[in-house]
């Protein structure tokens, strides 16, 4: 080789300089730039001239000078030396170079260095973008909320991030390289066919399996598992994604049987009820279904009220539907309108709208009755007296006309069947008599409106009753003139409402609070930590949220049944309750968790103290039917404002220091 090289002539060096793909620039022992090739113009974006004019270390970036200058020296002293330097185009954007200085000798005398310069910006850019995608992607399997693992086609553990250690107990250094140990013997066989099926490149999505923690403890989850691939696109490993859903399906049980025991209620009323949610039917009773003349639900579901309101009275209905669509807090409120039954016949309702959530989502109950036969009465009072009475003595409704001086001028029969008390002793005697004396100024203001005004009201309150003590009636109140001597006169037609009053305070109830301890539920919890939240802000308040559960209540409800489970909440609620302050507010989420709002709390110790005062009062065993149980109970502890300023935000900070608690071993209390 050498002898060829000598035999090469000085022109065919220049040709190899010249058109060397790389960059081939001669600096004397300065520095400075003597000669370049073209290639060395193109890549700087400099002509030759500018280039003599430059020192090369006048194009370094300032990361590269120190590392440049030093081996520039080195090569001065007859070294070789390959390294990567960052240059500054002409027009201004960076350049990555790998570099060879190479001593140039002339008669075995150094005088100066030649650098051969090949553009690896590409190549860098590429590094570079990788490093940052794998930092992005090892910085979301390490942050993810849920747990992330990986395993070889043997089932043998890889990797898991921190949120899997969390979740299972287990840290990586446990159980590298080991069979995964969350799987139960029981479903080892179904996993290695899904195995099978993940060989072939088939994922399995949101499967819902039992696996166990390190504890022993079986929970529910949702897994995702998919294959991961090789260069040459074979199935090497598996990644699996999964997380806790017990809560949720609790939750959902709960939901259901809340949402049986609401309907099995609302069956059993002889009050025809319906749900809609933006003027769709969601539920119908088989009083309503009656009413609008149809024998089974599926022909009233899924189709939007209008159909069932009669033309004089839809502008009002689709007002109405409107209103619900657009507000969030739905007011209860009184109705009446002009429906269509399935024969294409008409009757008049009157009902109460109440909002609520239904399936999640907000919606309208309505309670309501037919009124027909009450309207035909009003209207034939206007004709004729004669046909009134002979209408109004058959009516299972109470009907009574009062002077202008209240004094009672006509009781129908229906009062000595409905108050038990004789017409004789009512006639004659003010009105004012037969209602209780707390109602009073409601049905006086009643009378009066009514004598100011010729629109009918109605109103709610209680007539005496002549064993019970008292009745809630509803109670339309229209003005009249005699005809006899034109003074006005006022008809009451009133009905007894205490089975509807009974059930709509059941509603009430339910809607808001827990069947089983009676405690507000989380929709009322909400509503209040709303208020609370707006009241802290206004006035510069601190408070705090507890959110709690019982230690092991799954393995009571399976080993014992939900009765004796049910009965342990009930004592929960009534023990945690009794440390509380009037002010603070416990609620019951749903399963066996529950939440507490201290509110206008001074100091932390203050809540501390309660939190101690709380797993105190559980320590003692209790009896359940013939079991003798301990009470444990983890709290997680969020403070408003350190840990949040919105309600979502210190729910989930609660929920997460409660599972704290649980993983540093249970009956204990943890702070976000």
């Not at 009062?402 to 004659?428: C, M, Q």
């Not at 809630?472 to 037609?493: C, M, Q, R, Y």
């Amino acid at each position: 080789m050498e002898t060829l090289f000598n035999r090469l002539s000085l022109e065919v060096y220049h040709s190899l300089i010249s058109n060397n793909p790389d960059s081939i620039i001669f600096l004397d022992t300065h520095g400075n730039v003597l000669d370049c090739n073209k290639t060395c113009t193109t890549m700087f974006g400099y002509t030759l001239n500018e280039l003599k004019k430059l020192n090369f270390q006048n194009m370094l970036i300032s990361n590269s000078k120190v590392t440049a200058k030093r081996l520039f020296i080195k090569t001065l002293q007859g070294e070789s030396f390959t390294y990567q330097v960052s240059v500054t185009h002409k027009n201004g954007h960076i350049l990555h170079l790998q570099v060879k200085n190479v001593p140039v000798n002339d008669n075995q005398k150094l005088v100066g260095v030649m650098i051969v310069a090949k553009d690896v910006t590409d190549l860098v850019k590429t590094r570079i973008s990788l490093y940052e995608t794998s930092e992005r992607l090892r910085s979301i399997y390490e942050s993810s909320v849920d747990a992330m693992d990986v395993i070889d086609l043997s089932g043998n553990v890889l990797l898991v991030n921190s949120a899997f250690e969390d979740l299972y107990g287990w840290k990586l250094k446990e159980i590298s390289g080991k069979p995964m140990p969350t799987i139960p013997k029981e479903r080892m066989n179904a996993m290695l066919k899904m195995r099978e099926k993940l060989k072939k490149g088939i994922p399995i999505k949101e499967l819902e399996v039992i696996c166990m923690r390190k504890d022993g403890e079986p929970f529910m989850a949702s897994i995702t598992i998919s294959p991961l691939y090789d260069e040459h696109g074979n199935v090497n490993a598996f990644s699996g994604i999964s997380r806790d859903i017990s809560r949720s399906k609790q939750q959902e049980i709960d939901l259901r049987e809340s949402k049986d025991r609401y309907k099995s209620l609302l069956n059993a009323s002889p009050e025809p009820i319906y749900v809609q949610c933006k003027g769709v039917i969601r539920y119908i009773n088989e009083s309503g279904i009656r009413v609008l003349g149809y024998s089974e639900p599926k022909s009233l579901l899924g189709r939007n009220i209008l159909e069932f309101v009669h033309s004089d009275s839809k502008k009002i209905a689709r007002d109405h539907i409107q209103h619900t669509i657009n507000e969030t807090i739905i007011p209860k409120e009184k109705v009446e309108k002009k429906m269509i039954r399935a024969d294409g016949s008409s009757f008049i309702i009157e009902g109460t709208a109440t909002g609520i959530e239904y399936e999640g989502e907000a919606s309208v109950q309505m309670i309501f009755r037919d009124i027909s036969e009450r309207k035909m009465v009003e209207e034939a009072l206007v004709r004729s007296e004669e046909k009134y009475r002979l209408i109004a003595e058959n009516m299972t409704d109470l009907v009574a006309i009062i002077d202008e001086n209240s004094i009672v001028k006509y009781a129908s029969p229906s009062f000595i069947t409905v108050l038990g008390f004789p017409v004789e002793s009512i006639e004659g005697k003010s009105a004012e008599d037969i209602v209780i004396s707390e109602d009073l100024p409601t049905a006086i203001e009643q009378f009066n409106q009514a004598l100011r005004s010729t629109e009918p009201s109605e109103t709610e309150f209680r007539f005496k009753h002549k064993t019970k003590g008292w009745v809630w009636v509803e109670s339309k109140v229209s003005i009249f003139i005699d005809e006899e001597n034109g003074k006005p006169h006022l008809l009451i037609v009133s009905r007894d409402i205490e089975e509807r009053k009974a059930l709509q305070e059941k509603l009430e109830f339910l809607a808001f609070h827990d069947e089983l301890t009676e405690l507000p539920n989380r929709r009322l919890f909400q509503e209040k930590m709303q208020q609370t939240l707006s009241e802290a802000k206004r006035h510069n308040r601190k408070f705090a949220l507890l959110y709690m559960d019982i230690d092991n209540f799954k393995w009571i409800n399976d080993e014992f049944g939900h009765s004796i489970g049910d009965e342990l909440l009930i004592m929960f609620a009534r023990k945690v309750g009794a440390t509380l302050r009037e002010s603070d507010i416990l609620a019951r989420q749903g399963g066996d968790e529950f939440t507490i709002l201290l509110t206008e709390i001074n100091k932390r110790e203050d809540v501390l103290n309660c939190v101690e005062r709380i797993i105190t009062c559980l320590q003692q065993e209790v009896q359940v039917g013939e079991f003798i149980h301990n009470i444990n109970s983890s709290i997680g502890i969020a403070f408003y404002p350190e840990d949040g300023v919105i309600m979502d935000d210190l729910i989930k900070h609660a929920d997460q220091a409660l599972y704290k608690a649980k993983e540093s071993g249970r009956n204990k209390y943890c702070t976000y």
